[in-house]
């Protein structure tokens, strides 16, 4: 019965456990590891009970949208989902929802797997024409990382800045931290939630341990309550039943698994999600980027000499030892880093298709394929880094005023 609870459990909070005990994968909001294949996205989709995006619904999106779906769609990097057709349902009945993700701020500078949720949050804003709040957990990384409480303040309006650098619309858009925004509806929200989840729940959910302190157990309602709108008052205080749609990756799932749980027993809606996948880093996905290892990741303060530096030394290859084996063999593209950063940054499909088939079969060699990785990350990272420049003190101000959007649903 003992093995049975622990299996369960872990299935529950995303482990992989092998029979004889060892973990092969585990996948929660504060750890990523995969075993020796990589994620395996199949089964995480079963353990945690979402649904698989399938073509249907990505055709349905562009065809509600009148426009093409993002690449991120097209290519099956956001490849899961809760509920998404309820929100198009309504979507296509002429009624409106909102958007949430957020951003734990532990970092100065982003990587590019950091702007994924945003760069798609953005398409999502702008295809939808949808109000969009984001939390800045600036409590969550004082209490897991070694940060003071000014520090990690400090963090979320430097990573605010770069969130701005994304493009939102400021009349569509609020943007907080949970130190400067916490209380009043919010805050009774949270107790509503904390209220319904008992400690074993939330043990066997994120799998704390005894020795965590209390500020880890008590925080999950903090990232819970931006999906009920009633903890919005000065943007949602007529409509406390609006539909909530979260993009984010798939770590961030036991979030709102407990939250779409709780939500009807406190009278609100459930969540939507739309789930991605991991962005590996520069050595593969059998290892994680890490502000520790600069060379782990592309970071959007990166210079092009950085840029071509990281991916040639550090991009993992699935191509041959030598040139003639490499003509004979080709490229394994299963396991070649630069072939799935291109799947997520390199926008025209025909081109894609055209580099991984020649790459494949040996006619492109590492270095060509590293080549054209690294104009399409300094294209992007440039890009992002002069939107960056512009963003102003007065704009950060602009997008955190607690205030009315006046643009909301237009």
């Known amino acids: 019965m003992a093995a049975a609870a622990a299996a369960s459990a872990s299935a529950e909070r995303g482990v992989d456990v092998k029979k004889d005990g060892e973990e092969e994968q585990v996948v929660n909001p504060w750890e990523v590891s995969a075993g020796k294949g990589g994620i395996d996205y199949d089964k995480l989709v079963d353990q945690f009970g979402c649904q698989r995006l399938d073509a249907a619904l990505v055709d349905r999106v562009a065809r509600l949208t009148g426009r093409p779906p993002h690449r991120f769609l097209r290519r099956g990097i956001f490849f899961a989902h809760r509920d998404l057709n309820e929100i198009l349902n309504l979507y296509e009945r002429g009624e409106k929802f909102y ?16 702007l994924i949720p945003f760069m798609f949050t953005k398409y999502l804003q702008d295809a939808f024409k949808v109000p969009l709040v984001i939390q800045l957990t600036d409590d969550e990384k004082f209490l897991w990382k070694n940060l003071t409480v000014e520090e990690s303040k400090r963090l979320a309006r430097e990573n605010a800045k770069d ?18 925004f916490v209380g009043g509806a919010f805050y009774e929200n949270m107790v509503k939630v904390a209220r319904c989840v008992t400690y074993n729940k939330v043990v066997g959910i994120f799998g704390f341990s005894p020795e965590d302190h209390i500020g880890k157990v008590s925080f999950p309602p903090v990232q819970a309550v931006p999906s009920f709108p009633s903890s919005f008052p000065h943007l949602f205080a007529v409509n406390d039943q609006l539909r909530c749609l ?15 749980d709780v939500a009807p027993r406190i009278g609100y809606q459930k969540p939507s999600l739309i789930e991605s996948r991991f962005f590996p880093a520069l050595q593969g996905e059998n290892t994680k980027m890490s502000a520790s290892d600069p060379n782990s990741a592309i970071y959007v303060t990166d210079t092009r ?28 593209l299963n396991v070649d880093v ?45 890009r992002h880094q002069r939107a960056r420049a512009q963003v102003t003190e007065e704009m950060v101000d602009a997008f955190m005023a607690v205030r009315p959007l006046p643009n909301m649903f237009g």
Not at 100 to 114: I, N, V
Not at 163 to 178: L, N, P, Q, Y
Not at 246 to 260: K, L, N
């Open 163 to 180: 969130i701005i650098a994304c493009g939102f619309d400021v009349e569509r858009t609020f943007i907080f931290s949970d130190f400067s």
């Open 99 to 114: 958007l949430y993700t957020g951003r734990g701020p532990s970092s100065e500078a982003l990587h590019l797997g950091h």
């Open 246 to 260: 979260i993009p984010c990756a798939i770590d961030q799932d036991p979030y709102f698994r407990m939250t779409r």
């Open 305 to 332: 000499k950085e840029i071509t530096t990281k991916v040639n030394r550090y991009a993992f290859s699935g191509g041959q030892d030598s040139v003639e084996l490499h003509r004979k063999l080709g490229a394994n």
């Open 338 to 382: 630069p072939i799935k950063y291109l799947n997520f940054f390199l926008e025209d499909d025909d081109v894609l298709e055209h580099i991984k088939k020649e790459y494949k079969e040996g006619r492109m060699l590492t270095g060509e394929v590293k080549q054209r990785l690294i104009e399409v990350l300094y294209e992007l990272v440039a």
